[in-house]
């Protein structure tokens, strides 16, 4: 018999199982239930209708989703939300991350306040800037008013509802783009920049030129996170109006929450979860992609 | 091109260190001037002040008859080899050396004509359309002189421009260094710590300690003539021996004598009488490692005798270096090959 042939002990076989063991777990969590809610999607599952869920419709649910009357409006708000928030968090950031990036004392102590919008759960916050947008007892009217502008009716009309949920997650999430893009800034060689400065650049052309060609797998990140996070934001939409008033901020989120869960078609709600996901994946993959191209880009390959 | 003067400059950091103080220099228009000096010793705090990339903080620098202390470094038309090269990682090599022409605005058909001028000088015309990350450490130092030189500049500087590249590379672009400028004729400053470098491009020769301008002259005259201590040990490899000895009257001649009797050296005249002058008790004697021979017994007519003990000897192949010990100092001696 050659050494080879000798079958090792169960206890060795067996290990490379036991040292997947953890991550198999945890892909049967992730997967189980994706593959459960995509099956639903082509049933007539009701939670108040036991047994609906063996109840086969096809493709019914989806043709009812594209075809329902607030389809267009729902797809318009999710992605005006996520553009809107993403477009402002990412260009205000880089504002902010511009001015701290210098040797100054302002700049020592505002940085590490900038995490301070990030520590506060989004539903809390939310519910503060409600109370701040109260009309009778809101601090924000008296501050407009203070300086010569109508009070506004903030969530509460579908002129100003959209802004006002965008405005706070601005508040929220700005300061997570201006990390990312001070410590981008931040990790650049002095070298280059000073050459700029002898080459007479100024700083409109330098930032054009260097800058942001180099500043650009940072701000792929930063658009990477806000544009998933946003395409699906539940909380702050949530606890602003639930989605109203109407259905002026019923996004595929809220659209999949208030079907699946106010009334109770799951089946039906899912579809849009699952709709938002294929948007989701697929702007993912191709944003990291991207983001793949531009780092190597600003390294000068 | 133009006239750099230098007059009373200071440069003080913040928290008070003092990195150049009292600084006269002229450039002259058309010189190569190597600002030679260990780290440290205020000669990048200088070229960066000539730059503009650091303030001045006392006195008054001049680019032909234009005082510069309060312009920008763009105002100044002065360019700067930078001792890592800092391309713009992201442009290409084309755009790196077109970038302080596009800034300017200058026309498309000139910038071409331009840059295709000093690729042509430089022999990088094939690699144009190369990124900085592609290039090696010769063609990365060539592109860096290509940029600094497309503009045209009254004063070019270079720091540290070799210190990253291979040997052979060095003795290559000292070489190119030289032709350029014979080529350009522009007054030219080099920043070094390598002496040979100095000797080998520059003209003259400014040597600097601690911040303070110890010497400017030709190579020949900072090595036969150095002012001070410190440029006698700085130029000159293997550097310069320092032997201690106590200067005596004799027969109207003044003679230095060591403390173990293993040297007596009368003094010429003229060094005689400056050590008589200064009245001090102990002087060093310096004498360069070439200038010493190895003899047994009684030494050659004409010639000087120091007793020594043999420490080590080093075969280096063309020459040997021999280490002794006169009393308590290590003295280096450059011999033929044993």
Redesign the interface.
């Known amino acids: 018999m050659t050494e080879e042939n000798i079958r090792p002990p169960l206890s060795v076989r067996i290990r490379p199982w036991l040292i997947a063991l953890p991550a198999l777990l945890v892909l049967i969590g992730i997967l189980y239930p994706f593959v459960t809610a995509i099956y639903y999607t082509f049933t007539g599952y009701q939670l108040n209708r036991p047994g609906s869920a063996n109840n086969f419709v096809g493709l019914q649910n989806y043709w009812r989703m594209i075809t329902h009357v607030d389809f267009l409006y729902s797809t318009y708000i999710t992605f005006a939300y996520a553009l809107l928030t993403t477009g402002v968090e990412l260009s205000l950031g880089l504002l902010i991350a511009m001015l701290l990036n210098r040797e100054s004392r302002v700049a020592k102590i505002l940085t590490p306040m900038l995490i301070f919008p990030m520590v506060i759960a989004p539903v809390i916050g939310t519910l503060v800037w409600k109370v701040m947008m109260q009309p009778s007892v809101g601090i924000l009217n008296p501050m407009l008013n203070a300086i010569g502008l109508p009070s506004l009716e903030w969530a509460a009309a579908p002129q100003t509802a959209l802004f006002s949920v965008v405005l706070v997650d601005v508040w929220m999430f700005t300061p997570f783009a201006a990390l990312i893009l001070t410590a981008g800034l931040r990790s650049f ?1 002095n ?2 920049f ?9 700083f409109w ?1 330098t930032f054009r ?2 800058t942001l ?2 500043l650009m797998p940072f701000l792929t990140i930063v658009v990477v996170f806000r544009l998933m996070d946003s395409l699906k934001m539940f909380d702050i939409i949530f606890a602003m109006t639930e989605g109203g008033p109407g259905n002026t901020l019923m996004t595929y989120e809220l659209t999949a929450y208030r079907t699946a869960i106010q009334f109770q078609r799951l089946a039906q709600g899912l579809t849009y979860a699952v709709l938002l996901y294929i948007i989701i994946y697929i702007s993912s993959q191709y944003l990291i992609k991207f983001w793949g191209r531009a780092q190597r ?5 | 091109m133009a006239e750099l003067r230098l007059e009373h400059i200071y440069k003080t950091y913040k928290g008070g260190v003092e990195a150049v103080k009292d600084l006269n220099l002229t450039v002259k228009n058309g010189e190569f001037l190597a600002l030679l000096g260990p780290s440290g010793c205020g000669k990048t705090s200088t070229l960066r002040m000539i ?3 650091e303030s001045i903080t006392r006195g008054e620098m001049y680019i032909g008859d234009r005082l510069v202390n309060k312009l ?4 100044r038309n ?3 080899a ?1 001792e ?8 290409r090599v084309w ?1 790196n050396i077109a ?2 022409l ?3 605005s200058i026309p498309p058909e000139e910038i071409h004509r331009r840059v295709m001028e000093v690729a042509t000088m430089l022999d990088i015309a094939n690699i144009l359309e190369r ?4 290039l090696g450490g010769g063609e990365k130092q060539r592109v860096s002189l290509a ?1 600094a030189l497309v ?1 045209d500049p009254d004063v070019f500087l270079m720091d540290e421009p070799l210190s990253h590249l291979d040997a052979a590379q060095r003795a290559n672009m000292r070489v190119e260094f030289k032709r350029l400028h014979a080529q350009t004729g522009r007054t030219t400053i080099l920043v070094t710590h390598d002496q040979l470098e100095a000797v080998a491009m520059a003209e003259r020769i400014a040597v600097m300690n601690f911040g303070v301008l110890q010497q400017v002259g030709s190579f020949e005259e900072v090595y036969n003539h150095p002012t001070n201590e410190f440029v006698a040990g700085f130029i000159g490899e293997p550097p310069m021996n320092f032997l201690p000895g106590k200067p005596v009257s004799e027969n109207g001649a003044t003679v230095l004598d060591a403390k173990d009797g293993s040297f007596r050296i009368r003094l010429p005249d003229a060094a005689g009488a400056k050590v008589q002058t200064s009245k001090a008790e102990l002087v060093d004697l310096g004498i360069r490692p070439v200038h010493l021979e190895v003899t047994r017994g009684e030494p050659e007519l004409g010639k000087l005798e120091i007793a020594a003990t043999v420490v080590t000897y080093e075969d280096l192949g063309e020459e040997g270096q021999l280490a002794a010990k006169v009393s308590e100092t290590n003295v280096l001696v450059v011999t033929p090959l044993i």
Do not use: H, I, Q, W
């Open positions: 060689p070298a280059p000073e050459a700029a400065r002898v080459d007479g650049a100024s052309f030129n260097l060609p180099m880009r600003a390294a000068g390959f | 730059v503009g990339l920008e470094p763009n105002a002065v360019a700067l930078f890592t090269y800092a391309l713009y990682p992201p442009l755009e970038f302080c596009r800034a300017k990124k900085p990350s592609e940029r503009r």
